[in-house]
């Protein structure tokens, strides 16, 4: 129109455009709806790995505590099984005192009566 004004055809094509409705934003709006779900889409996958990752620290984080607790209990029985073998040998001990303070009064008996004996044959003189 501006190049050549006389053109009847593009008068005619200028004013069909003018009068035709403007295209429908549907197709836009459907674009915007389709990029809103696939942003909802791409939020919903993020929260899912988001769930997955903190789901897969707890369940770290209990089998660690579980580890945890059998080193607690290994511990712990280890502690006890030392106590108890320490107790064995404090008895051990004990019992091994007392069998060798009896063999002591033992033999201080046996002396003596071995110095009575000698002390009977001195005086019985053979003559």
Not at 49 to 63: T, V
Request: charged residues 45%; aromatic residues 4%.
């Amino acid at each position: 129109m501006e190049l050549n004004p006389d053109d009847k055809e593009a008068r005619y094509n200028y004013e069909l455009l003018k009068y035709q409705p403007d295209p429908p934003e549907d197709d836009q709006k459907d674009q915007d709806k389709k990029e809103e779900k696939e942003q909802e889409q791409d939020q919903n996958k993020e929260q899912e790995q988001q769930q997955e990752q903190d789901q897969n620290k707890e369940q770290e984080q209990e089998q660690e505590q579980d580890q945890n607790k059998e080193q607690e209990q290994q511990q712990e029985q280890e502690q006890q099984q030392e106590q108890a073998s320490e107790e064995e040998k404090s008895q051990d001990m004990k019992q091994a005192e007392s069998i060798l303070d009896a063999l002591k009064q033992d033999e201080q008996v046996m002396q003596k009566k071995q110095i009575a004996r000698s002390k009977s044959r001195k005086l019985a003189k053979d003559w």
